[in-house]
Structure formats: structure tokens, C-alpha cells
């Protein structure tokens, strides 16, 4: 059921173009963050703001504007204290907004499809699982996809975040994957670090020349705006206002997945991808994903969206593929342990 869209309107006092200045944020960042948070639309002149969505959220929106301008009075001979994006995302979890939008089902339009022009025309969701992920990507700060190859975990990520980064709601893209190999030696691999590490961000790359264009994408990473890099190359960094995507995650380690998840900061989001039944690592290694898909299954702010054979869109084979190595490997658990009951 589609929540009712009202308005409010609301006007801010006193007036004073410094602290209007300074709760706006450069290039109206905070209200951009508001309004992708909350599902808003948010107009102002002057002092006068005018918020436009469903009507739990438009009151909340309206409470957070009124704290945080107050949040913007200065001290006695002290100038005007900046409104942080760290405090607009302090401020939204603190006022559990988004948990109970879930909960009434009335909520934020997190629901809505991720639609972005390219080349190859619009991008979006083909399935119901599609189209949950995608909602959970933009609802959550922490989203993992995990599942067969071909279902559109990390195209769709690289999609939600080239989204975000042109809506201005992310300053950066940050994607990498963990370097190992797929079940083969490559050996001595020659050039420099970026011509050693690039064939294994290919796929990433790809996405992005698709969606952006070579020549822009090669711009932005010239600027850093967008950075691909190997996972070892995050530890000892904190990423804030970062759009991260973490491909291949199967092939961490249980400290590697730890160590990534650790790195993110404020108003940044996260999305890992992966196949648990493609793991690359050595045989006395345990998968970084599985193993935090047993500890975190149950922690607030993360989601967990797993596809399968049904959401594959590539070519109509890979599903039937994938169905018959299910089938196999089920049919195996079965032989190696007759007397377990099937669940």
C-alpha cells in the first residue's frame, strides 16, 4: 500500500543567512542527504522550507531541519558552527525514522527502482529479488548479494552507486575485490602494480565504462573520484561519504571481511557481493562471506539478499547451468550424509 504524500510547511527563526548557509551544507549537500534518506522532497527560499512525501516522514523531516538549525546557533563572538554530513546521519539514526517506515510498511520510497540512463538505454531491476536488493542497497548501509554468477549483484551495485555519485548524495566510488586467483596459477604476472592487479577488476571496470563511458570514467579516476583497487590496499583507511563495493567477496578471509567492513565511515554505503559456491581459497580457509552471513545475519543497518537460478539474466543456459550443479551438489550432500533429514 502507497503512503499517502502530504506537505509541510515550515518556517525556520530566526533569520539568518549564515546559519541557513551552514544547515544547507555546501551545494545543499545536508538537504540532499535528507531528502535520499528520507524519501523527501525538499524545497526552500530564504528561511522557508516546503517538504513534500508521506506524511510520518515529512514530520520527522521537519523535527530534523528544526534540531539541526538550532544545532547551528553560535556561541558569543564564536562563528557559525558547520553542519556536518556525519550530523544530518547522526541525526536521522538517532530519530529511528527508517526502522519504523519498515515497520508500518508505510515508509521511505526505498522501494523504487533504481533507474539510470546509458548507453544501453535504462537500467533496472528484472526480478523480485532484483528489485529488493536494490531497495535494500539504497535503505541500508551495509547490503550483501550473494548468489550465482549472472544474476546482476555487482552490475547492480555499480549501477546504484554511479546513481548516488550523480545525484551528488556520494563524493567517491571505491570498488575492489580480493586478488586470488580462480582455481589456477598464474604465475609471475609483469608491468606495474595497476597492469598486475587490473585483470582482476576487469569486470568492475566494465560496468563502469558501460554506464559512464570510457573517456568520463577515465577522467574520474584520474581525479580519484572513482578508485578501483585490490581489498589489501584498504586496511588502515577510513572511507567516508564513499559509495564501496566489495566483488568476489567469497575470497576474503574471515580477518579480510572484517577488516573491510571496519573501514566504513560516515554517510558512506557498503555492498558486497558474492557466490558461496565459487570460493577460490585454500582448502583450510574459511570464507570471509560465510562467515558473516553466521555472525551478522542478526545486526541492525545490514541486509542480506540472496538470489538464485531464477534471477540469473544472461543468457537463458546459465540458469539451466546453474539449477544442474544445485541439483549435483545436492544430490551429493545426500549420498554423504543418508541419515539427515532433508530441511
Not at 176 to 186: D, H, I, S, W
Not at 225 to 236: H, N, S, T
Not at 312 to 326: G, L, N, S, T
Amino acid at each position: 500500500m502507497t503512503a499517502k504524500v502530504t506537505t509541510l510547511e515550515l518556517e525556520l527563526q530566526p533569520a539568518d543567512g549564515q546559519r541557513l548557509a551552514s544547515l544547507c551544507g555546501p551545494f545543499d549537500d545536508n538537504i540532499k542527504q535528507l531528502e535520499r534518506r528520507l524519501g523527501l522532497e525538499i524545497n526552500y527560499h530564504n528561511q522557508h522550507f516546503k517538504l513534500v512525501g508521506p506524511a510520518s516522514l515529512v514530520k520527522v523531516g521537519g523535527e530534523l531541519l528544526t534540531q539541526l538549525y538550532v544545532d547551528t546557533q553560535s556561541v558569543k563572538g564564536q562563528s557559525v558552527p558547520d553542519i556536518t554530513p556525519e550530523q544530518v546521519h547522526l541525526a536521522i539514526k538517532q530519530s529511528r525514522v527508517l526502522e519504523q517506515g519498515e515497520e508500518s510498511g508505510e515508509g521511505y520510497q526505498y522501494g523504487k527502482e533504481v533507474v539510470i540512463k546509458t548507453k544501453r538505454g535504462l537500467i533496472k531491476p528484472r526480478t523480485p529479488n532484483q528489485a529488493h536488493y536494490v531497495a535494500h542497497i539504497l535503505s541500508h548501509d551495509i547490503t550483501f548479494g550473494i548468489g550465482p554468477a549472472g544474476t546482476g549483484k555487482t552490475y547492480l551495485a555499480v549501477a546504484a552507486a554511479v546513481d548516488a555519485l550523480e545525484r551528488q548524495e556520494v563524493r567517491r566510488i571505491l570498488l575492489t575485490r580480493p586478488a586470488v586467483e580462480a582455481g589456477e596459477k598464474l604465475g609471475f604476472l609483469p608491468g606495474d602494480l595497476s597492469q598486475k592487479v587490473d585483470p582482476y577488476l576487469r569486470p568492475l571496470y566494465d560496468a563502469l565504462f558501460e554506464m559512464l563511458g570510457f573517456e568520463r570514467v577515465e577522467k574520474l579516476i584520474e581525479r580519484n573520484v572513482i578508485e578501483v583497487a585490490p581489498l589489501a590496499y584498504m586496511r588502515g583507511r577510513t572511507l567516508n561519504d564513499a559509495f564501496i563495493i566489495l566483488d568476489e567477496s567469497q575470497n576474503t578471509t574471515v580477518e579480510q571481511m572484517k577488516m573491510f567492513l571496519t573501514r566504513i565511515g560516515f554517510n558512506s554505503r557498503a555492498v558486497i557481493t558474492g557466490d558461496i559456491t565459487q570460493i577460490d581459497l585454500p582448502r583450510n580457509a574459511k570464507s570471509g562471506l560465510r562467515h558473516a552471513i553466521e555472525v551478522l545475519s542478526g545486526v541492525e543497518g545490514l541486509s542480506f539478499d540472496f538470489f538464485r537460478a531464477e534471477d540469473v539474466v544472461r543468457h537463458p543456459v546459465v540458469a539451466r547451468i546453474v539449477r544442474a550443479y544445485e541439483a549435483f551438489e545436492d544430490q551429493h550432500k545426500r549420498e554423504q550424509h543418508p541419515n539427515e533429514k532433508a530441511s
